[in-house]
């Protein structure tokens, strides 16, 4: 069992332990809170701090208070010699809402600083699940496949190709979210996606090599077959595969290895979605000899980077005022990356470092930032840090190597070339999150004192409001 401990000291105001009706009602509460931030894509860490402070404004004991979190279930537990009252509550539709994320935040320390009365909680809390996304299905299908396209950029296509990929993206997401919308398996719903996207991709490779199609010139691309990389990339779990590696690094081992089983089951569908498309298409240098190797300037690497934070930022639900700002965090990642990675062995300025290298600087750099930016913009660390490196998850490495699996024919080398882009891609996102939560771990433990003095300041002002009336 996943336990923890609070560390409020005393809690203020709170009834005899026998007042079922007082306990029920605020356990109940305090559940909704954790299971909301759990739904919304909240790393488990960043979920137990919200349901502690949410503990403390609800007058609960810490030392009478146990707390279980599981992917699927979150469980407390308040007892002393005398009674115990438990309840539990399922977690059913997980997707990622970062305004959700921010909201709840901003609620579990303006309640103890307002002092809320317990309805005004709830209603503040029924507000936050209620209010409808900040983007439509059509808007975040498009911010989606134009993050696609940015990341085909990366990848050394050219600027119509992006167009291609960003299509074959937005018609492949939109299918996935109208199909999840029926409530059809995810799993399902996530291949055909995948493949819809990579057929559409390939019809427009076929459009531009083929003598059957004459192309007006500003619609030709001399990298036809690049979207095919990038087109299904909307699909790939960059959240949960942060949040995976935060959750095993602060010791929450079992939600972090569901995390890990439920994105490789994610992967593992969108492959065989791109699979079963290539198969379709005949396409046979998916993985052997479609270079990723771009040769752009830093303003189009720039361009690209801001189109594809800004596109998963709105996947993601970010608030519409923090666009710009996760902007120029992509823009700073990327770049960053780009610079240590790449260099005068592949024909580009830089430091020639190696991707994984580069992958680790570019993350540990906007984390660094985003640990200040956060109290200037007023919102988490995890709001701002993670949709500005999503452009940096290698999505392509991930599903080439389960591709290569899937597609062997006995030639020699093929496990080598498998094995390789699977231990890249693992390396690379081990570093992205390493990057991203080291800065945040370190700054979050040196205000850690800080922010316990606030909080207990808060209480205390509380008690003395309350004792005066």
């Known amino acids: 069992m996943l336990g923890t401990k609070m560390t409020i000291s005393k809690p203020i105001l709170f009834h005899h332990m026998g ?36 503990a403390a404004f609800l007058n609960l004991k810490d030392e009478c208070l146990q707390v279980y979190v599981n992917y699927n279930l979150l469980m407390v537990n308040y007892s002393d010699d005398e009674h115990s009252y438990t309840k539990f509550q399922r977690c059913t539709k997980h997707g990622i809402d970062m305004t959700a994320i921010s909201r709840i935040s901003r609620l579990s320390w303006t309640a103890i600083k307002d002092d809320y009365t317990l309805d005004e909680f709830e209603k503040a809390f029924d507000d936050i699940c209620s209010t409808p996304r900040n983007y439509t299905p059509w808007q975040v299908a498009i911010g989606g496949g134009f993050a696609c396209g940015g990341f085909c950029i990366q990848f050394g296509c050219d600027w119509p190709a992006f167009f291609y990929a960003s299509i074959a993206a937005i018609l492949g997401f939109r299918l996935r979210m109208f199909l999840n919308a029926k409530d059809s398996n995810p799993y399902v719903n996530i291949a055909l996606a995948a493949f819809v996207s990579t057929i559409i991709a390939w019809a427009f490779g076929l459009a531009n090599t083929s003598a059957a199609f004459t192309l007006p010139a500003f619609l030709h691309t001399s990298t036809p077959w690049h979207p095919l990389l990038a087109c299904a990339l909307f699909i790939v779990p960059g959240v949960p595969l942060i949040n995976f590696v935060s959750d095993m690094l602060t010791g929450f081992h079992q939600v972090g290895l569901t995390r890990a089983i439920n994105t490789l089951l994610m992967v593992l569908s969108m492959a065989f979605g791109i699979a079963f498309a290539i198969e379709v298409g005949g396409i046979d240098n998916f993985v052997r000899d479609l270079t990723m190797t771009p040769h752009h300037t830093y303003l189009e690497f720039s361009i690209a980077a801001a189109i594809s934070a800004m596109g998963f930022s709105m996947i993601f639900n970010i608030p519409r005022r923090l666009l710009w700002a996760v902007a120029i965090g992509g823009i700073i990642a990327v770049c960053t990356r780009n610079f240590v990675n790449l260099g005068p062995s592949n024909g580009n300025i830089g430091l020639d470092c190696g991707l994984i290298i580069g992958s680790f600087v570019g993350s540990a750099l906007i984390s660094i930032i985003c640990t200040k930016a956060m109290h200037w913009l007023h919102t988490p660390h995890h709001c701002l840090s993670i949709p500005s490196v999503i452009p940096m998850i290698p999505g392509v490495l991930m599903y080439r190597a389960l591709f290569a699996f899937i597609d062997m024919h006995g030639v020699v080398g093929e496990v080598t070339v498998a094995m390789n882009n699977g231990i890249r891609a693992s390396l690379i996102i081990l570093f992205i999150a390493i990057g991203v939560a080291i800065p945040n771990i370190f700054v979050r433990r040196m205000m850690s004192p800080q922010r316990e003095q606030r909080l207990m300041e808060m209480l205390k002002k509380r008690q003395e409001k309350a004792e005066a009336c």
Not at 32 to 40: D, H, I, N, R, T
């Open 19 to 54: 007042d079922a009706t007082y306990v029920n009602r605020r356990l109940e509460l305090l559940l909704k809170v954790g299971c909301k931030l759990m739904e919304s894509a909240a790393d488990t860490p960043r979920i137990m701090r919200n349901m502690k402070r949410t």
